[in-house]
């Protein structure tokens, strides 16, 4: 166990329609990234979050967006689905900006857009 | 450009032969760090080993073991006595300095599976 929850585990949605998915980091742990890992694309680097202020944006479509809380959970939020956005999502917390610790992996959300 | 290159998409082998994964990689920075990783079926992420560029030293953790050369940007991975249990998908990826962030670039993977 990492340490790192997502909820939800699965999302089975339609086209069209927004969801949010969700990350707690690892205790302490002030970064939160999100990846996405696709049959088409691989694991690509989404969003990096550093203590609530955005850090660096990597293939994140328009119609994605993020946010991180002052309880430093983050939220990734999709919206106006497309098939193509079925994919396995990502979180992943560290620990101090600039340190490089090994970035902990949750679980993962499997979206489904039908 | 910052690029990972696993060449081996699939590798079958038979319990107890070692195998060896091949990570190739570019960047501009002269300070970055390069990661190894594995999903098993279960799906999660599994992190395996850090090490920095200024770090060249062979490292092995029990069965596994990993050779770091700069001179050719490679970072393989050696799994020697495979088990059943080391069937994975195994990621390289690779962090440089900082712009801010730690992210990580990912190769395609290497799936290995190791039968009986």
């Known amino acids: 166990d990492s340490g790192v929850t997502q909820t939800p585990k699965h999302l089975i949605t339609a086209t069209g329609q927004r969801v949010t998915l969700r990350c707690s980091p690892r205790?302490?742990?002030?970064?939160v990234y999100w990846y996405q890992q696709s049959l088409d694309q691989g694991l690509q680097f989404l969003i990096h979050?550093?203590?609530?202020?955005?850090?660096a944006k990597g293939n994140i479509l328009e119609r994605f967006s993020a946010q991180q809380f002052p309880d430093l959970h983050s939220e990734l939020n999709l919206s106006s689905l497309e098939l193509g956005d079925s994919a396995l999502y990502f979180c992943?917390?560290?620990?101090?900006?600039?340190?490089?610790?090994?970035?902990?992996f949750g679980p993962g959300t499997r979206l489904t857009v039908l | 450009a910052q690029k990972v290159t696993q060449a081996q998409t699939e590798i079958s082998v038979v319990e107890k032969e070692d195998v060896t994964l091949d990570c190739v990689y570019e960047?501009?920075?002269?300070?970055?760090?390069l990661f190894w990783y594995k999903q098993p079926p279960s799906g999660e992420l599994v992190f395996l080993i850090r090490?920095?560029?200024?770090?060249?030293q062979n490292e092995i953790s029990g069965r596994y073991s990993w050779n770091f050369q700069k001179s050719t940007s490679s970072f393989n991975f050696t799994i020697t006595a495979s088990q059943v249990v080391d069937s994975a998908v195994y990621f390289c990826?690779?962090?440089?300095?900082?712009?801010?962030?730690?992210?990580?670039?990912f190769g395609t993977g290497t799936r290995l599976q190791v039968f009986p």
């Open positions: 990826a690779l962090s440089e300095t900082p712009y801010n962030t730690d992210k990580l670039i």
């Open positions: 090490r920095n560029s200024f770090d060249e």
């Open positions: 205790s302490g742990d002030l970064s």
């Open positions: 960047t501009r920075d002269t300070t970055y760090y």
């Open positions: 992943a917390s560290s620990g101090n900006r600039g340190s490089y610790n090994e970035q902990f």
């Open positions: 979050y550093y203590n609530g202020e955005e850090r």
